[in-house]
């Protein structure tokens, strides 16, 4: 069998990458241990919890279940690209003010997931959030204040644009 | 949790893929979305030698034929087939059973192929066995049932939500290999050995799916039961189809197909006959509820006990023919 | 009473940005040059005796650094309690003899997953399967076989009591004979777990010189190294525990864990950083869960619905060590004692080991279950004797002042108005037993509401007894926290700089706190045993107090004014009526460092619960006392039932409790969410399955916690017992357990009231639920 590394490139938060991976390294294991991109977060591996995602070309998907070798010439977003201290994204804030972070653990998976949704559908029903957010698994908060959050988030982003 | 040691290809045409099957022979294994294989490849299930992805391979945007047929690139992810206009509007029930497939995530990566050729479960063997259970089962090369220690067979349960579907609606596959191209009713590509539930030779590829639109004079509905709204896989799931006459009151045909209760989808075919060239009521859809339930025996699976799933595959018959009659001249679900 | 700024207030959590932003460090996250991966061999079996351990082929593997098993140890036994009735009972690695399946029999350590994994597939352990019992009931009979001895205290001819608890008081047999209406029920409660997303990981870096460095995913790092220096054999002061963030825990991550001794072991071993990180399905099958009791509860009554006598018999399923086991059913006649009266009382609690994995404490710690049995039994009784269930609740519910059996005294008790105010916020007494009687609209599908009661301390008493706090000033005016508690999520570091900015007058943001590090902050309990709000919080409040008196006696002599006329704000002191006169603290410190001979002013605070008593009160006879403060709540549960399928949906949750007060709302609220979230899941749809010792839903996807799609309503009604005031102890209540206790007999009751079907026993699956309305047969058989 031939395990011989390939060089890849990636494009991760508009930044470049060249590195050497095995074909079977998971692109979370790449992000992680190979980056330290670390805000993306391993709850299962088995893609049961949600907490890796990471959006591939603006669409949420679980980088434990993706290899990092199927991730060339796509654009990657992980947390590190969402916002910063000093200048969050909305539903950032959103979720620091309504109350919607605890432990943090699930919470880089719910600010990619809600971004890839509002990118989408900047005003989606509630039976829309629960259906982009059911992949979450938060054992925090119970949700309630996390559903708060976005539709705080909705509403900035409409009055932004209004 | 990391995947084991694999070689790696990643062709950029079907045909690339099926010679590169016929060269890795059984070592190799496809991988589309890889949602169902790579969390089996973690917990050891499985050890290709090498990996086929499908990712490179480009997917052809759902037509509809002159004839009303619908035809599906197997490479489609979930997420588009339930998001595509032209699907929604000939094939709602298809529509709706793959919203319900897995998380929005999964919904993103998997394809309607690789949901149609996913493994069976059961609680036994969907698990690393490190320590916990070592005794290979039939699923897992050995000679035992876990949960049924004298059964002669493997009692897994193939669980896709969008395979009754396809199977109400009548849809056939295309299968791609070495021999060429065939096309046959999905029906047959299960074995209906849970084992094995596929039929599919080490050389084939199911790479596209086709359905006769359903007419405005139909109705249908899918019904999955589980605990909760999302993620976990179904209990029961049942898919039908009501077609009616011109004066929308008599059905010409029915459809109640049922998954997650057996090593295939299966039809509730006295069910459906009896519901076929009759005016449709509510006491004549619970008989056919009924019926459903007593042609079809349900294997117990994933906690929930035989009565309970015989009496969950009845009930959601019912509501899955009544929703189906509540919606006949529904064109689409929008 | 002067206005508050800081206190009371829902100011945003100070750890929020960090974790928004992904860039909160998790010790997962974790990484040090040369650091070895980990890895633990368990048992396949739930009992047998170890022959033979052969490690060879495993040492030849390249890249393997390092094999422990039990012969590496100093062959110290560890367990949660650790007492001179209850001696530690469990090896770190498995000596002889494995007692459940997932026990640990030996650790690797190799330069990656792949390397380690492969030695484990290389160890050949040789085993003598022993005969095995899983079920409490038959473990306790003669003949059974033996996991440990039966306590030697215990008299009974029982097998396998591994500790037995004891109280009483009035007579409980006079109370049954003046009662008019006697019942007896038996309840069960279920495996479940706790769901922390994080799994349990650890990083062990040893220097040689003595110091052994831990990040670990925990509840408090002084625990974890009182437990590590001692199976090691270290001095206290050379094991170092740092924070790390915490990825949630519930209970599951007080006790010290085999795996995070066999990283410290394997870095020492090896002189390198080990990881050690166990998988979900480790997680699930081999870790601790909750504690699964069998109740039985005879309760007497007076017409008018007085409780007169109770006596209760609790089996603990306890696994193959003790665990946490004694402790449950020592807190099983707490939970009982306090929110109603009771004139004669008779409690039992047995803890049995059986061939399952070990358990251990998990949010509520016994409370739900304990609260279910009790509710659910009262409801039974209202309704015989023909009262409503709040009249039977307000007629014996705790007072204020009212002096528990143990001498507990329960202070401002808000109980009743928790009861009343849930009651009527939900209508519930216009709407209890309409569900049954009215067809709804959608035929299949009823309404029911129910009400749960419960109690919890706020803190009691437990190694090592104290929770110290240190504050000190920086040379900008600004202070430093020093606690050594540990924010798992419920925000204990933002409350700590909320009071310190109270006392203070220093602006929340100009707080700095070090949290969690065994070897810079002051020693603390940790975030269990729900004291952080009233102890730690105590202690922080003593400190800032200590800093507030030097900044006001120095500004005072600085001003020529009295301390009693000085007013502080925003890091300034003036005389009250001249704030154009002010002095910034930063000048303070400066006139500190010059006049106090060099005094840079730091304050220390510590407390403890129950400052008099010397010890934790008995496991085995309840003696002593236990809590010098009890939260109290009421929960109100409105369920929808399908009744074509059995399916519970939990639409509304009213928590109305007695919290003292609310040092921030914001987070209370998220307490009492997840706590509503958490019980809904442990009524209606998570379970361990478990078969023969084994684990059969080891995963996220068949143990079934609530998704977004379940969330229920839940409402919060503060029920205000207790202030806050500037320099002056205060006695706020727990909110992180006692609200995951009475919801589950809530949703019970509620279940009752919509369907007539009483449950016996959680979860109230479908199944249970198809089956009381006759439309299936019993069939208990998992597959």
């Known amino acids: 069998m031939d395990h011989r590394k390939r060089v890849i490139e990636l494009s991760i938060n508009d930044e470049p990458y060249v590195l050497a991976v095995e074909p079977q390294q998971t692109l979370l294991e790449v992000l992680r241990d190979s980056l330290s991109l670390t805000g993306t977060k391993e709850g299962c591996g088995t893609g049961e919890c949600g907490s890796c995602t990471v959006l591939l070309d603006g669409k949420p998907v679980l980088s434990c279940l993706m290899l990092a070798v199927e991730c060339v010439n796509l654009d990657i977003t992980t947390i590190e690209g969402v916002g910063s201290i000093e200048r969050m994204a909305p539903i950032q804030e959103a979720l620091l003010e309504k109350g919607g972070v605890q432990c943090g653990f699930c919470t880089p998976g719910m600010v990619l997931a809600t971004t890839a949704m509002l990118n989408r559908n900047p005003k989606p029903s509630e039976g829309e959030i629960k259906r982009s957010l059911e992949g979450h698994l938060c054992r925090c908060t119970g949700y309630n204040k996390v559903i708060e959050a976005v539709e705080a988030t909705i509403e900035k982003i409409s009055d932004t644009h209004e | 949790m990391h995947l084991p040691r694999f070689e790696y290809f990643q062709p950029s045409t079907v045909e690339d893929a099926i010679h590169l099957l016929e060269i890795q022979k059984s070592g190799a294994r496809l991988a589309a979305g890889g949602t169902d294989l790579y969390p089996r490849m973690k917990y050891g299930l499985t050890r290709p030698e090498s990996i086929i992805s499908l990712r490179d391979i480009p997917v052809t945007p759902p037509t509809l034929s002159q004839d009303g047929i619908l035809n599906l690139d197997a490479f489609m992810p979930i997420k588009e087939v339930v998001n595509s206009r032209v699907i929604l509007d000939n094939a709602p029930l298809l529509s709706e059973a793959a919203g319900r497939v897995a998380s929005e995530e999964i919904r993103y990566m998997a394809t309607l192929g690789g949901n149609l050729c996913q493994e069976s479960r059961c609680l036994y063997y969907n698990q690393g066995h490190n320590f916990q259970f070592i005794e290979p089962c039939f699923k897992r090369g050995g000679d035992l049932c876990y949960f049924v220690p004298k059964g002669k067979k493997c009692l897994a349960v193939y669980m896709s939500d969008t395979a009754p579907a396809l199977m109400c609606l009548n849809a056939k596959v295309n299968i791609l290999g070495s021999g060429g191209e065939k096309q046959i009713p999905i029906e047959d590509i299960y074995s209906g050995d849970a084992k094995h539930p596929l039929e599919l030779g080490p050389t084939e590829i199911l790479s596209q799916i086709n359905i006769a639109k359903l007419t405005g004079s139909a109705g249908w509905a899918y019904k999955k039961f589980s605990l909760r709204g999302g993620v976990e896989f179904a209990g029961v799931g049942v898919a039908t189809v009501l077609q009616m006459g011109d004066g929308k009151k008599v059905c010409e045909q029915a459809g109640i197909t049922v998954g997650a209760i057996a090593a295939s989808p299966l039809r509730a075919s006295n069910a459906e006959s009896l519901l076929k060239g009759k005016e449709i009521t509510d006491s004549l859809l619970k008989e056919a509820a009924k019926a459903a339930a007593e042609e079809i025996k349900v294997v117990p699976h994933h906690g929930y006990s035989t009565p309970y799933l015989q009496e969950i595959l009845r009930v959601q018959t019912h509501r899955a023919l009544g929703t189906a009659y509540e919606r006949v001249g529904v064109v689409s679900q929008k | ?783």
């Open chain 3, 1 to 783: 009473m002067a206005e508050l700024d800081f206190v009371g207030k829902s100011i945003l959590r100070k750890d929020g940005p960090d974790k928004v932003t992904g860039r909160a460090s998790y010790t997962g996250d974790i990484k040090l040059p040369r650091m070895l991966v980990g890895r633990i061999l368990r048992s396949p079996h739930p009992h047998a005796k170890i022959l033979n351990i052969d490690i060879s082929q495993a040492l030849k593997l390249k890249g393997v650094k390092a094999v422990i098993t039990s012969e590496d140890t100093l062959g110290i036994k560890a367990g949660f309690v650790e007492t001179p009735r209850y001696p530690a009972d469990q090896y770190p690695l498995a000596k002889d003899r494995v007692r459940y399946v997932g026990e640990e029999i030996l650790a690797v350590a190799a330069t990656d997953a792949y390397v380690a994994e492969e030695a484990l597939s290389l160890i050949r352990v040789d085993y003598d399967p022993l005969p095995a019992v899983f079920d409490p009931d038959e473990a306790m009979k003669e003949g059974a076989p033996e996991i440990h001895p039966t306590h030697p205290k215990v008299k009974e001819p029982l097998s396998n009591i591994a500790g037995k608890t004891q109280s009483e008081w009035g007579d409980v047999e006079l109370g049954f004979s003046e009662s008019d209406y006697v019942r007896e029920d038996r309840f069960e409660s279920h495996l479940r777990t706790h769901g922390y997303l994080e799994t349990q990981i650890t990083v062990a870096s040893y220097e040689p010189g003595n110091k052994l460095n831990l990040w670990t995913s925990s509840m408090g790092p002084f625990l974890k190294r009182a437990k590590l220096a001692r199976l090691l054999d270290l001095p206290v002061s050379s094991v170092r525990v740092r924070k790390a963030y915490v990825g949630g825990a519930f209970g599951g991550k007080v006790d010290l864990y085999s795996h995070e001794f066999c990283a410290a072991l394997l870095s020492m071993k090896t002189g390198r950083p080990v990881k050690i990180e166990a998988s979900r399905e480790e997680v699930f099958t081999a870790y601790r869960h909750g504690q699964p009791l069998i109740m039985e509860v005879k309760t007497g009554v007076k017409k008018d619905g007085t409780l007169l006598a109770q006596q209760i018999r609790v089996i603990n399923n306890c696994g193959g060590y003790r665990g946490s086991g004694v402790v449950v059913i020592f807190l099983g006649w707490g939970y009982t004692m306090v929110p109603y009266r009771m004139a004669n009382f008779k409690y039992e609690g047995y803890a049995v080991y059986t061939n399952n994995p070990v358990r251990g404490p998990q949010r509520g710690h016994g409370a739900p279950q304990m609260r279910f049995a009790v509710e659910s039994q009262l409801d039974i009784i209202a309704e015989e004797l023909g009262i409503d269930p709040i009249e039977i609740r307000l007629k014996n519910a705790r007072e204020s002042g009212e002096q528990l059996p143990n001498g507990d005294n329960v202070h401002n008790c808000g109980l009743k108005e928790c009861i009343q105010s849930a009651a009527e916020h939900t209508q519930l007494k216009e709407k209890y037993g309409t569900g049954r009687t009215t067809a709804s609209p959608n035929g299949h599908i009823r309404n029911g509401i129910g009400i749960g009661v419960s109690s919890y301390m706020s803190g009691s008493l437990i190694y090592p007894n104290s929770s110290s706090v240190s504050v000190k000033m920086n040379d900008d005016g600004t202070a430093t926290l020093l606690t050594g508690a540990l924010d798992v999520g419920q925000g204990a570091e933002t409350i700590l700089c909320q009071i310190i900015a109270e006392e203070l007058k220093i602006p929340f943001e100009e707080i700095q706190v070090i949290a969690a590090d065994t070897e810079t902050t002051p020693v603390d309990i940790g975030s269990w045993i729900s004291g952080n709000a009233y102890v730690t919080g105590n202690a922080a409040r003593m400190a800032g107090t200590e800093v507030r008196k030097k900044l006001l006696d120095l500004a005072a002599e600085e001003m020529e004014a009295n301390v009693k006329d000085l007013v502080m704000e925003n890091k300034s002191v003036w005389v009250a009526g001249s704030p154009d006169k002010k002095i910034s603290y930063r000048k303070l410190i400066g006139a500190s460092i010059q006049k106090r001979r060099g005094d840079p002013i730091i304050g220390e605070g510590h407390w403890r619960t129950m400052r008099d008593e010397p010890f934790h009160p008995s496991l085995a006879s309840t003696k002593g006392r236990w809590s010098e403060n009890y939260a109290f709540d009421a929960q109100v549960a409105e369920v929808e039932v399908d009744t074509e399928t059995g399916q519970v949906r939990l639409l509304r949750a009213v928590t109305a409790h007695d919290c003292g007060f609310p040092i921030n709302p914001l987070l209370v609220e998220g307490q009492v969410d997840g706590q509503v979230s958490m019980a809904l899941g442990h009524a209606l749809m998570e379970e361990i399955l478990m078969k023969d010792g084994h684990t059969l839903n080891p995963n996220w996807l068949e143990y079934r916690m609530p998704t977004i799609h379940e969330t229920a309503k839940s409402e919060h009604i503060n029920v205000i017992t207790e202030s806050y005031e500037v320099g002056r102890p205060y006695r706020t209540k727990e909110v992180g357990e006692g609200l995951v206790s009475a919801l589950l007999g809530a949703i019970a009751n509620a279940i009752y009231d919509a369907t007539g079907v009483r449950l016996y026993s959680t979860p109230f699956s479908p199944e249970k639920i198809l089956y009381g309305l006759g439309k299936i047969g019993r069939n208990q058989k998992v597959s």
